[in-house]
Every structure is written in structure tokens, then in C-alpha cells.
């Protein structure tokens, strides 16, 4: 059971001359305080002594020295606090804290703290202290917010009856005046009862600023406009609240419609409210524009209709009496609407007739349009209705068509057509104009057996198609499938539609040689790799899959370690012609220098990133190989316990080969 008891002292100074410390006089105790010092014995596990001691006798420096029993022991969590409170003096207050760890039983303990006051100390003895019975702290809100200017006396804390609550600015402080001007922080607060203190709890309090008063102004509104629309600049995070006077306390509604006359306002944040300002609104009602029907002779700018608007007023025009989206040009014929706008406030708006001489629409055009080499204007494309001329223009501005000789480059242009001095509006073209590729070298080049010219490459450029002829004349390609017999072809090559002049390409046709032929199952020990496989021919080349052996892709090393299951694919070379793959099953055995299998252990399989191995002896090596035989890491370790991370590796299978200073083991693993 842990209990605290708080000794609230009031200490005056001797200043005498004698260096003897002398018994400091109590003159005065708080009320819940009795006189007597000896408290006489308790029977508990641990106790905790708190100790507060006030002077008021001018200015004084001091210190203190605890005389602490065996049964006590001064806890790690002791504070020393000090103060300055100007009045009456300068007052110091300071507190410690000691624990007693006491058995069960009766004790009877004494400390002794010495304060030093320049030349003169002063000595008091307190016996152990008493045994209280457990009191509750007040019920309290931990988190309470004010505003403004706020006092210990606007907390609230609730207490139970004949207990006396007490806030602090501190865990074990001295207890606050009622007065005493509180800030954002955490205060504490607990009850006590005769000599029993409640722990405290800790309340975080917020003292939020009073926001300052809006500016009064006038405002100009419009018609029905209420009071949620109205903006002051108000803070961020403020929210306006409206009065129909200086000392109303029912604010109006936001929805309330604003009539010409005062009205106060206030800006609340946090839920504290400021003073109110003084708006004078004036209620503007402003008419609709006056226009007649008007003709243009091809798209028009709104700004060059005439309108009989308010002076000052900014005109907007619209396709409906409903639409948002403002015009800025008025492209065909039809009916228009057409409002004005004054001090914020808008008017109905107003339908007119606008006409576009003949209403000449745009031209059709591929809206991209690409062209291969040298370019003019007439080679641009676009097509113009009946009776009208097409013209082409450098930006949409332009006033005067490009002529038809002129060169062009990649680029927007913008072509529209005309009907005698009436243009339609323009539409942008994106002109893309690519170089002609250039010509690829002529060659002579062996093929093997039924192979197409799909199959062959000629290190064009990664983006160029190539397109075979039988001649250097012929404007039909040869299909892609056209199996390749010995003699001429003609090649060019095509980037973006654009094809250069044809290279002559010479063939000879080899014929593909046998598959190579042996054992289709062979066994070998572990640690076996690719040059171990023998077929009855030489110079074999092997990949780890059929469809790698028919394109010729990733060969595996000669060093490529064997895997117990897998199949391997070998094939013969003449000539740059390759035969079909013979596929070989390889067993794997364990040898003399593998692993103790059941000594080695390894996950997880498969693995994200880190691979945990574990054996009875010394790993001194890893090593760590792609299924092409490929190494893609390597480590060196002496230990019985490794955790390697492999989280950088790509998806896919792999070969792990561990070694001791006496045996290898490979094992398989899969990279999620």
C-alpha cells in the first residue's frame, strides 16, 4: 500500500552568530497541520514523505542536508523546487520527497533536515508519519479550456464532502491562491482530510486569447443576399456570428436576409468570442442590360457588343439564363444572354439575337497530321464546304493565310475557310514533320533452313519496321512469313511512317544442323554444374528452358550449378544456324562433402526479404546464383547463425551455395 503525506512547514531563520545548528521554531502551521511532529509508528510496505518548507524572512540562500534512516531511501524520482514570490518579503519554498520501504510492522523513523542560512543553520527532526486511510482525488475534467483572463478559481474540480480540493503547478507543489492567474499547461489538483493527502491528477488547461474585434465597415449587397455570404476577412479558423444589436444575446440566423441598415458582428475561434464590430450594409437593386439584335461577320469577342449597361458595371454573357460557364466569344448564330454586375452584385440577365454572317462553320481536319522529309503548306490536308476556300494561319490570331509554297516544320497550325471576307473559326492541327531514316548497308548475310524474314535483324533502330521487296522497284512488301531462299532481297527500313531507300541484302541459305543426340537422364553428385553434361557431340551450348534454345536467349554459364529435377536443353551452332534443343533430366546425389541434412535449416522459402540459415558448424560462405548460373551476390561469414537480405533481388528463382571450412550444400529458394 502506498501512501503520501504532505508536512506543509513555515520556517523562520535564526540570524544569530553561532555555526551550531539550532532547532528551527515552527511559528506558523497550515490549518491542516496538527502542531505535534511525532506521529507516532505505522505498520505498511512503503511510504512516501513529502516535505514542504516555507521561509518568509527577507532574502535568504540556504540548503539543506537529510539525515535519512536505514529504512529510507531517498527515490529517484526526488525533486528539489524552488520559487520567488515577491510581497512581504522575498519568500523561498522548496519540497523533497522520500521513500520508506518498510517491512510489515511497527517503526518508529526519524529524518532530520538541516537548513543552512548564511552563517547561521537550523536543524528540525520529523518522526515517521502516520497512517492515512486511502482518499480518492476529486472527480475532475483533465482537459479544461478558457478564455482570456482565467484564475485558479475557474477550475473545476468536484470533491467529496468535508474534504478540501487544491490545485498545483507541480506533482507535490505548494497549493495555488484562488487568485492566482492561471496559463496554457497542466495544473494539478487533489483533496486532503486532516493530515491525508489524495494523489493528484494531472489537467491540461487551455487559456485560449480573446480574438480581436473585426473592423466596422460599410458593405454594399445585393438584392436577397444573407448574412452567410458576408466575408470580413475574418480569421482562418474564425466563425462570424451576427447581432441585431450592441447587447443582443441570440445571435441571428446565417440565413437571414439583409435589409440596408447596422448590424454587429463578432469573430469566435476556440469558442471564445470577440467584441462586436458595426457593419452598415446598403442594399443595392441593380436592372438588367438593354440591347438590340446584332450582326457580325464571323466570331466575335463579346467586348466588341454594344450594350447599354450601369456605368461602372462589368458585363458577363452566357449561352442559357442558367448557365455558369462565362463567354468570351460568340462563334454562331443564336440567342445569348447577357447580365451586368456592380459592387457584387448581379443583375437578371438579359436574351438577345446575335448573328454571324452566313455562319460559316469550321473546316473538317485530321487534327494530327504527319508528313515525312520537306513540307509545304500544300501538303496539309483539310477539307472546306461548298463555295468556300480553305486557309492555313501560324496561330490562332493570324489575320492573313499562309501562302502554299511555304516550307513547314513541326509545329500547331490552324486552318479556317472563308466565304468572301467572312472566316470561319479556326481549328489548331498538330503538324508533326519526321526525318527520312536513312538507308540501311547492304550485306550478304547465311540463314538457316525454312527461316523468314521476320527472323532477321539488321541493327536498325529500335523503333524502325522493316519492309522486304523482290526488287528495288516493287511497291508491294514481301509478307513477313516469306521463307527466305539464297539471292537478292531489298530492304528499307520505316520510322513514324517514314521509309527510307532500300539497301540490297544478299542470302545464303545453310542448312540447319542435326539435333545433338546422348543420354537423356544423367546423375551426378551435388555441386555438378553445366560442363559436367555430356552429349556425343562437342561444343555444346545449354539453356535452362526450350523456348530460351529456340530464340537463343540466356545461355547458361559453363559454372551454372546443377539442380536435382531440372531439365536442361542443349543445341549445336554451325554457321550461325542452330539445331533444335535435346532436352537432358539431371539427378542429383548428395556427395561425402555435403550438408548433415538434418543439422541445416533455412526460411522462410519463399522469402520477401530476409533469408534466416541455420547449421551445426561454421557457414564461412554463401554464394548466390540466378537459375542462369548468373552470380548475383556474395558473402563472407564465419558463424552457425546468418540472416542475409535479399530484398534488392528480382522475382524469380535461385541458387543458394553454402560452404564450411569442410563441406558445400546448395539449396533453392524463391524470391516473392
Request: contains cysteine; aromatic residues 8%; hydrophobic residues 35%.
Amino acid at each position: 500500500m502506498r501512501k503520501i503525506l504532505t508536512l506543509f512547514l513555515l520556517f523562520t531563520m535564526n540570524n544569530g552568530f553561532s555555526q551550531t545548528p539550532t532547532p528551527c521554531s515552527p511559528n506558523e502551521f497550515f490549518t491542516y497541520l496538527p502542531s505535534e511532529m511525532n506521529f507516532g509508528s505505522i505498520t505498511l510496505d512503503e511510504d512516501v514523505v513529502e516535505i514542504i518548507g516555507i521561509s518568509s524572512q527577507g532574502t535568504m540562500n540556504y540548503s539543506y542536508l537529510i539525515n535519512v534512516p536505514n529504512s529510507f531511501e531517498i527515490s529517484n524520482d526526488n525533486i528539489v523546487y524552488s520559487n520567488s514570490i515577491s510581497g512581504n518579503g522575498l519568500q523561498q519554498s522548496f519540497y523533497l520527497r522520500a521513500k520508506a520501504n518498510l517491512p510489515n510492522g511497527s517503526y518508529q523513523e526519524i529524518m532530520t533536515i538541516t537548513y543552512n542560512n548564511g552563517p547561521i543553520p537550523c536543524q528540525i527532526t520529523l518522526n515517521t508519519v502516520i497512517q492515512c486511510s486511502g482518499i480518492n482525488p476529486p472527480v475532475v475534467n483533465t482537459q479544461q479550456i478558457f478564455c482570456g483572463n482565467t484564475t485558479i478559481a475557474d477550475l473545476v474540480a468536484i470533491g467529496d464532502p468535508g474534504k478540501t480540493v487544491i490545485w498545483t503547478e507541480f506533482p507535490y507543489g505548494i497549493p495555488l491562491a484562488q487568485n492566482h492567474v492561471i496559463t496554457t499547461g497542466t495544473y494539478y489538483v487533489g483533496q486532503f482530510e486532516g493530515n491525508c493527502m489524495s494523489t493528484k491528477i494531472p489537467v491540461v488547461v487551455t487559456v485560449n486569447p480573446i480574438p480581436s474585434a473585426l473592423s466596422s465597415q460599410t458593405i454594399s449587397v445585393c438584392g436577397n443576399q444573407t448574412l452567410a455570404s458576408i466575408n470580413l476577412n475574418q480569421a482562418n479558423n474564425a466563425t462570424l456570428k451576427w447581432y441585431s444589436s450592441v447587447t443582443s444575446t441570440s445571435a441571428l440566423p446565417l440565413t437571414t436576409q439583409i435589409a440596408s441598415g447596422l448590424y454587429y458582428v463578432s469573430q469566435t475561434i476556440n469558442n471564445c468570442e470577440s467584441a462586436r464590430a458595426t457593419i452598415t450594409f446598403n442594399n443595392i437593386n441593380l436592372n438588367a442590360p438593354t440591347i438590340a439584335s446584332q450582326t457580325f461577320c464571323s466570331a466575335t469577342p463579346v467586348s466588341n457588343i454594344i450594350v447599354n449597361s450601369t456605368s461602372g458595371a462589368t458585363v458577363k454573357w452566357y449561352n442559357s439564363a442558367t448557365s455558369t460557364n462565362q463567354l468570351t466569344t460568340i462563334s454562331t448564330s443564336g440567342i445569348y444572354f447577357v447580365e451586368q454586375t456592380l459592387n457584387n452584385c448581379t443583375s437578371i440577365r438579359t436574351q438577345v439575337q446575335i448573328n454571324i454572317n452566313g455562319n460559316i462553320v469550321a473546316p473538317t481536319a485530321n487534327a494530327n497530321q504527319s508528313f515525312c522529309g520537306s513540307t509545304t503548306v500544300s501538303d496539309l490536308i483539310a477539307t472546306a464546304t461548298s463555295g468556300n476556300t480553305i486557309g492555313w494561319f501560324s496561330s490562332a490570331t493570324a489575320t492573313t493565310p499562309l501562302t502554299n509554297t511555304i516550307n513547314i516544320t513541326s509545329g500547331t497550325y490552324y486552318v479556317g475557310q472563308s466565304n468572301g471576307t467572312c472566316w470561319s473559326a479556326k481549328i489548331p492541327v498538330v503538324v508533326t514533320v519526321n526525318p527520312i531514316p536513312s538507308a540501311l548497308s547492304s550485306q550478304t548475310i547465311s540463314v538457316c533452313g525454312n527461316q523468314t524474314l521476320a527472323s532477321i535483324n539488321l541493327n536498325q533502330a529500335n523503333n524502325a519496321t522493316l519492309k522486304w521487296y523482290s526488287s528495288v522497284t516493287s511497291s508491294s512488301a514481301l509478307p513477313l512469313t516469306t521463307q527466305i531462299a539464297s539471292g537478292l532481297y531489298y530492304v528499307s527500313q520505316t520510322i513514324n511512317n517514314c521509309e527510307s531507300a532500300r539497301a540490297t541484302i544478299t542470302f545464303n541459305s545453310v542448312t540447319v544442323p542435326a539435333t545433338p543426340t546422348g543420354s537423356a537422364t544423367q546423375t551426378f553428385q551435388d555441386g555438378a554444374t553445366i560442363a559436367n553434361l555430356v552429349l556425343d557431340q562437342n561444343s555444346v551450348i545449354w539453356y535452362a528452358t526450350h523456348n530460351d534454345a529456340l530464340l537463343e536467349v540466356n545461355p547458361l554459364a559453363t559454372s551454372t550449378l546443377l539442380i536435382d529435377g531440372n531439365s536442361y536443353f542443349g543445341v549445336i551452332s554451325i554457321n550461325n544456324c542452330t539445331s533444335l534443343p535435346f532436352e537432358v533430366t539431371v539427378n542429383v546425389t548428395l556427395s561425402n562433402n555435403d550438408f548433415i541434412k538434418g543439422d541445416l535449416t533455412y526460411y522462410p522459402n519463399p522469402i520477401e526479404d530476409i533469408l534466416n540459415i541455420n547449421y551445426s558448424d561454421n557457414i564461412t560462405q554463401i554464394n548466390i546464383f540466378d537459375i542462369l548460373g548468373k552470380q548475383k551476390k556474395s558473402f563472407d561469414t564465419n558463424s552457425k547463425e546468418i540472416n542475409i537480405n535479399l530484398s534488392d533481388l528480382s522475382t524469380g528463382i535461385y541458387l543458394v551455395e553454402l560452404k564450411t571450412s569442410t563441406k558445400k550444400q546448395v539449396i533453392k529458394i524463391v524470391k516473392k
